[in-house]
C-alpha cells in the first residue's frame, strides 16, 4: 500500500490549477446512458472515484475511451442491466446508474452501494423517489429490483436535501412523459450543470440550482459534448492549504462563487484574499487569524461539509475556541483523534460537534488518512506540523486528488509518495 511521507513546516508559493469536478463527472457518466449516441466529456479529473465508475459502466457492457481528461462514452453495446454487489459496493454513485438503465431496459437490479464511511448512508430517498415516478421497487437477497411498470411524472418532495438522489430523479424524469417537480431539491452547483448539459442534449429543466426543479419529460435526448465544472472542493481545499501553510497560492481555473461560503469565514478570521472570475489569491499575512466563534456544514450555497475537515485543521491555527458543527454526515468529525494525536487541542463534544481551541502547535506523526476528506485535511496538517508525517492508506486520498503529491511538490511541497 502506498503512502505519502511529509516534510514540514513549509511554506509554498506559485500557481495552482483547479481540476474538473469529480462530482459533476460521476453524475454525468450515467447521464450518457439516457442519451443517444456517444457522449463526449472533458476536463474529466483521472481519479480513483471517477475510474471506479467508467469500470463499472465497461463491465456493464458500453464502450468507454479515455485520451487525457476526455472520456467518450458509447452505451450502445450495454449488455447487462444488473449491477452487481461487487460493483455497486465500489462506489455510491452506481445508484445514479438505476434511472437510466431502467429506461434503457425495462428492469434494473444492484447491490447495496458502497461509499464513504462517514455516517449512515441511507438510500430511502431515491427508492421513495423513484417510486413516485411509478418505478416497483423490490428488497432482494442481494440488494433492490426495480421494474418500469408504469412510469409517469409526479411531484416528490425530498424530506432531506440529497445531492445525488436530486440528481438521479433529475436525470430520469429528464425522459419521462409527464411534468415532475421536484421539491427541496439540492441546489449544489452540480446539479446546475447537470441540467444543464441535460437541457443542451434536448431535455426541459427548469429551476435545476433552486431548490425546486420542474421537469419535463421528452422520449428523445440526444448525446452531446460537456466540459466538466471546475472542482470547488478542491477550489476550497487548495484556499485553506494556502492559508494553513501562510503561503501565497494563487488558486486558478476556478469558480470563486461556489466557495462563498468559505470565503466568508476567511473574513471572519482575518485572511486576506482577492479573487477575479476564475481565480483566487490568498495572501496571508504575518497576523494571526481570528476564531469565527462557529462554523456549520450546510447544504449548497452553505458551508460544504466536505470542506469541513480541511477548514478544522486551520481553525487549530487560529486564536480563541471554534465550535464546529456538522450537521449532514454522523461520521465526519472522528479524524479529530487524528489531529490530536499530531499536537491539535479538540474535544470532540457528540458525533456532530467539535470544539476547537487554538492555536496549536502540531507535530509530525504516522498516522493513516480515513477517507478522502479527512485524508487530504492530514496532509494539510503534515504540511503545517513540524517533522516528519507519514500518511498511510492515501488510496483514499487518491479517490478525489488527481497527481497530487506531484502537483504539491511543484509548489515547494515536501511530499513524496512511498509504495
Ligand atoms: N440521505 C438520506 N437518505 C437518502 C439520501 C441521503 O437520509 O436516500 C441523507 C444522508 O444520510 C446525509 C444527507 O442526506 O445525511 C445528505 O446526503 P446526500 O445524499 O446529499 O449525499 P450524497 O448525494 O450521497 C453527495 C456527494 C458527497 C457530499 C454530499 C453532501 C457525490 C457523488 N457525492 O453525496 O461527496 O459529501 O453530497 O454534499 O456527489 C465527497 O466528494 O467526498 C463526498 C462524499
Not at 462506489?91 to 464511511?117: D, K, N, Q, Y
Not at 442481494?142 to 438521479?168: C, D, I, Q, R
Not at 458551508?303 to 449532514?328: K, S
Amino acid at each position: 500500500m502506498s503512502k505519502f511521507v511529509i516534510q514540514g513546516p513549509q511554506e509554498l508559493a506559485g500557481e495552482i490549477a483547479v481540476a474538473g469536478a469529480k462530482n459533476a463527472a460521476l453524475a454525468a457518466i450515467p447521464a450518457a446512458f439516457l442519451c443517444g449516441g456517444i457522449t463526449t466529456l472533458t476536463n474529466v479529473p483521472r481519479i480513483r472515484d471517477v475510474e471506479t465508475m467508467l469500470e463499472i459502466v465497461q463491465k456493464l457492457g458500453a464502450n468507454v475511451k479515455k485520451d487525457g481528461h476526455t472520456v467518450t462514452i458509447d452505451p450502445s453495446s450495454t449488455v447487462s442491466h444488473h449491477i452487481t454487489p461487487e460493483l455497486s459496493g465500489k462506489a455510491r454513485s452506481s445508484i445514479m446508474l438505476v434511472g437510466p438503465l431502467l429506461l434503457a431496459f425495462g428492469e434494473v437490479t444492484i447491490g447495496h452501494p458502497g461509499g464513504c464511511i462517514i455516517g449512515r448512508r441511507p438510500i430511502d430517498q431515491f427508492l421513495e423517489g423513484f417510486r413516485a415516478l411509478g418505478v416497483k421497487v423490490e428488497d432482494t437477497d442481494e440488494g433492490y429490483k426495480f421494474s418500469a411498470s408504469n412510469l409517469k411524472g409526479a411531484t416528490y418532495f425530498f424530506p432531506f436535501v440529497s445531492v445525488t438522489a436530486t440528481e438521479t430523479l433529475m436525470m430520469t424524469a429528464a425522459r419521462i412523459a409527464g411534468v415532475t417537480i421536484l421539491k427541496n431539491a439540492a441546489c449544489e452547483p452540480e446539479v446546475k450543470d447537470l441540467a444543464q448539459y441535460l437541457n443542451r442534449c434536448g431535455a426541459k429543466i427548469e429551476g435545476a440550482g433552486t431548490n425546486t426543479i420542474y421537469i419535463e419529460g421528452v422520449n428523445k435526448l440526444s448525446a452531446g459534448k460537456w466540459e466538466m465544472i471546475p472542482d470547488r472542493l478542491e477550489t476550497g481545499m487548495f484556499a485553506v492549504l494556502s492559508a494553513a501553510t501562510r503561503s501565497r497560492l494563487r488558486v486558478t481555473n476556478c469558480n470563486p462563487e461556489h466557495v462563498e461560503s468559505l470565503l466568508t469565514i476567511f473574513d471572519r478570521m482575518g485572511i486576506n484574499y482577492a479573487k477575479g472570475n476564475d481565480w483566487i489569491l490568498i495572501e496571508p499575512s504575518k497576523k494571526a487569524y481570528k476564531s469565527p466563534g462557529k462554523v456549520i456544514t450546510h447544504e449548497y450555497p452553505g458551508f460544504a461539509t466536505d470542506l469541513q475537515p480541511p477548514l478544522t485543521v486551520l481553525l487549530t491555527q487560529a486564536e480563541g475556541l471554534t465550535l464546529v458543527h456538522e450537521t449532514i454526515f454522523e461520521g465526519r468529525l472522528f479524524y479529530v483523534d487524528l489531529l490530536n494525536r499530531m499536537g491539535a487541542s479538540i474535544i470532540l463534544c457528540d458525533p456532530h460537534r467539535a470544539l476547537v481551541q487554538g492555536p496549536t502547535n502540531l507535530r509530525g506523526k504516522k498516522i493513516e488518512s480515513p477517507d478522502i476528506r479527512a485524508g487530504i485535511a492530514m496532509v494539510i496538517a503534515g504540511l503545517i506540523a513540524s517533522g516528519e508525517t507519514t500518511l498511510d492508506n492515501i488510496y483514499q486520498i487518491e479517490r478525489g486528488y488527481e497527481n497530487l503529491d506531484a502537483r504539491l511538490a511543484a509548489l515547494g511541497a515536501k511530499i513524496e509518495r512511498v509504495s
